[in-house]
């Protein structure tokens, strides 16, 4: 639901059209006739992240970043290294 009134009655009523504004209301305030202001609720973000949430959950093999075997290099990939070029992100370097 919105309400509407104007600044004086805002001013004058401050406290409990904050109440209002925090159970979900909307407050529209209005200058001469003439909407000036709108007073909605804050909506909190999901609650800050945490790192380190998942120790024992996730495993890391000891040899994560040893080279891969030769049966799962693509052929491609092997032309590619003899012809001694590295394609990175699609360039040749």
Do not use: C, W
């Given at each position: 639901?919105?309400?509407?009134?104007?600044?004086?009655?805002?001013?004058?009523?401050?406290?409990?059209?904050l109440k209002r504004v925090g159970n979900g209301e909307e407050v529209m305030i209005s200058?001469?006739?003439?909407?000036?202001?709108?007073?909605?609720?804050?909506?909190?973000?999901?609650?800050?992240?945490?790192?380190?949430?998942?120790?024992?959950k996730v495993s890391i093999a000891k040899d994560f970043d040893a080279p891969l075997p030769e049966s799962l290099i693509a052929p491609t990939d092997r032309a590619i290294e003899s012809q001694g070029q590295v394609k990175v992100l699609g360039f040749h370097t």
């Open positions: 639901m919105s309400l509407k009134g104007n600044v004086h009655e805002a001013k004058t009523q401050f406290s409990k059209l200058k001469a006739g003439k909407p000036v202001a709108r007073l909605i609720a804050i909506n909190e973000g999901p609650a800050q992240r945490i790192a380190g949430g998942a120790e024992d």
